[in-house]
């Protein structure tokens, strides 16, 4: 019997008629206007119900031009409309049953800096639980373990930092060759101890009264923290006996 697409998550949206592609010709229609996104992003969102392709006896995924389009739309939101997987959920469901939805006007991504309302200093950036789980393409599973082990934590207010994005895309890359959580505790004691030593050096100049001594505290703490990452590049690839890496 040949295969039929189910059209993003049972949806409604079957195109028995057109022809069904491959993951693979899937990221190639998409990549022109998404070039960051991969193969297991769309896996992911797959993971999370938000499309259903059809799968071959053999387990291999069949997308439909609906599925394409539904994954287009998706992607869209995410990037112009910085929406959460929920409420992309919501907005979909509502097209389908026929109603006339909107979306909230482009905005700033949820990695920008915002400013503070009374100083107009540049804050913190923070994004929600959601959208750490869409950057880093895993599921909530993955996420609390990552926690659990400190190699992920919450801002005190809620939310996560826009670091926190860049920790957790590279504990999942990791995580695809067999390292796992508790072998990467290990890191994250070293760079502690290093933050540690940083901090020893600088923390005499920012409690100096003089403004400027304070400001010149925060410059010699960019500078130091690129040395040391510099220097623990080097001595890693000294460690694996081959400094073409």
Do not use: C
Not at 13 to 37: K, N, Y
Not at 178 to 199: D, F, N, S, T
Request: aromatic share 4%; charged share 30%.
């Amino acid at each position: 019997m040949p295969l039929t697409s189910k059209g993003g998550a049972g949806h409604g949206t079957a195109r028995t008629a057109e022809p069904l592609i491959s993951i693979g010709a899937v990221l190639a229609r998409l990549r022109d206007e998404f070039p960051e996104v991969s193969i297991s992003k769309i896996r992911f969102l797959e993971a999370e119900g938000l499309v259903e392709p059809s799968r071959t006896p053999s387990g291999y995924r069949k997308f439909s031009p609906g599925d394409v389009e539904r994954l287009a739309r998706i992607l869209r939101m995410q990037r112009d409309h910085y929406l959460p997987l929920k409420v992309i959920r919501e907005h979909l469901d509502a097209l389908e049953r026929g109603e006339h939805v909107s979306l909230p006007a482009p905005q700033r991504g949820p990695l920008e800096g915002v400013q503070d309302a009374e100083s107009g200093r540049p804050t913190a950036a923070r994004i929600g639980r959601e959208e750490l789980l869409a950057a880093a393409e895993v599921g909530e599973s993955a996420l609390a373990e990552w926690e659990s082990y400190g190699l992920i934590t919450p801002l005190p207010e809620g939310g996560y930092d826009a670091e926190t994005v860049t920790v957790a895309k590279l504990v999942s890359d990791l995580g695809r060759f067999g390292l796992e959580p508790r072998h990467l505790r290990v890191m994250k004691a070293a760079a502690e101890r290093e933050a540690g030593l940083v901090e020893q050096v600088v923390a005499p100049l920012r409690r100096h009264r003089n403004p400027q001594t304070r400001a010149h505290a925060e410059a010699t703490t960019k500078e130091l923290a690129t040395l040391s990452v510099r220097l623990h590049q080097a001595l890693f690839r000294t460690a694996l006996g081959d400094r073409r890496y």
